[in-house]
C-alpha cells in the first residue's frame, strides 16, 4: 500500500529546497515540473507489509523502498517508540526510502501491539527490555527478513530508533550485532547491555537538552564508557528540546497523558540532517 498524498509532499519538499537558488524562464512551469517529478518519485515508492517470527513470538513489519532503483542498497530497521509498530514509524520508513535506501519498521511487543495508554507502553517496553535474549532473537529476526529482500545489499545494515526504539539500537549494537551504524532519537542511554568491546557499530543519539527522562548522569556514564572503548560515535543535545521531539503527534500525548513531550521542528530537522551524514559517511 503506498501513500502516496503523504510522500508526494516529502518529495516536493526536498525538490523545491535543493532547487533554491534555480531560474525558470517561466516560474509556473518550474513549479508543475517539481510536483510531476515528486508524483513520480512517489509512485517509484514500493511498501510491503510483511509477517516475521522467533520460537514463540509472531511480529509484523513494513517494508518501504524505491523500485526505480536497480542496484542492491543498505538496509535500514527502524525501532518504534514505546507505543508500539505505528505509523509513525512507518513515515520515517517512506522518508528512508525516498534517500534511497530500503527500510523495515519493526516490532518488537509482537503481534503489531499498540499501547493506548503510558502504563501500557512502559510495561511493554519494560517486558522486552528485561528479556535482552527475547528482545535480541526479535531484532535479528527482523535483520534477517531485511537482508534477504531483493532490493538490499546484506552486508550493509544500519539501525534507528525512536525513544524505546533508541535504546533497542543502541543495546543491539553494544550486543555485537551485525550494524554498521546505529541512530538513536530522544533515547534513554542508561542500557540493559552498555558499551563494550563488542561494539563496532558507528553510532550516533540525539536527544533533547530538556528531557527529563535522560539524566546527565546517565549521559555522562554513557559517553564516558563510549570513550573508554574509543568508539566512533557522537552525541547530540539539542537545547530547549524536550522528549519526543522529532514526533508531530508528541504535543497532543504530552497534554493527554501529562508528560514533558514536545514536538520541536528545529531539532528534527536537525536530527534529520544528522542521520543523513551518518549514513551517507557509513555507505558511501
Same mark, same amino acid.
Given at each position: ?80 517508540? @514505546? @507505543? ?187 536530527? @534529520? ?12
Amino acid at each position: 500500500m503506498i501513500r502516496t498524498n503523504q510522500i508526494i509532499l516529502i518529495f516536493a519538499f526536498l525538490l523545491i529546497v535543493s532547487s533554491c537558488g534555480q531560474k525558470s524562464d517561466d516560474s509556473g512551469s518550474f513549479e508543475e515540473t517539481s510536483e510531476e517529478a515528486a508524483e513520480d518519485m512517489a509512485e517509484s515508492i514500493a511498501t510491503e507489509e510483511v509477517t516475521y517470527e522467533t520460537d514463540t513470538t509472531s511480529m509484523v513489519g513494513y517494508i518501504a523502498y524505491n523500485e526505480s532503483i536497480e542496484d542492491k542498497r543498505p538496509g535500514i530497521i527502524i525501532v518504534h517508540e @514505546w @507505543w508500539g509498530h505505528n505509523e509513525y514509524v512507518r513515515e520515517r520508513a517512506d522518508m528512508l526510502a525516498g534517500l534511497g535506501y530500503t527500510a523495515m519498521a519493526i516490532d518488537m511487543y509482537g503481534n503489531g501491539k499498540q499501547a493506548a495508554h503510558p502504563e501500557d507502553a512502559q510495561k511493554f517496553s519494560g517486558m522486552v527490555m528485561s528479556n535482552i535474549d527475547a528482545a535480541q532473537a526479535r531484532f535479528k529476526a527482523a535483520m534477517d527478513m531485511l537482508k534477504d529482500h531483493h532490493s538490499v545489499d546484506s552486508s550493509k545494515i544500519a539501525a534507528i530508533g525512536y525513544c524505546f526504539g533508541g535504546s533497542v539500537v543502541l543495546t543491539m549494537a553494544n550486543a555485537g550485532m551485525d550494524l554498521d551504524a546505529v541512530a538513536a532519537f530522544h533515547s534513554g542511554v542508561q542500557l540493559p547491555i552498555m558499551p563494550n568491546e563488542d561494539l563496532t557499530a558507528k553510532v550516533l543519539v540525539c536527544n533533547g537538552a530538556a528531557d527529563p527522562f535522560v539524566t546527565p548522569e546517565s549521559v555522562a556514564a554513557f559517553t564516558s564508557a563510549m570513550d573508554e572503548i574509543k568508539a566512533d560515535y557522537k552525541y547530540v543535545a539539542y537545547e530547549g528540546a524536550k522528549h519526543a521531539f522529532t514526533s508531530k503527534g508528541a504535543d497532543s500525548l504530552g497534554q493527554k497523558f501529562e508528560l514533558p513531550l514536545e514536538y520541536n521542528a528545529e531539532a528534527d530537522e536537525q536530527s @534529520w540532517d544528522e542521520l543523513q551524514e551518518l549514513l551517507n559517511e557509513t555507505f558511501n
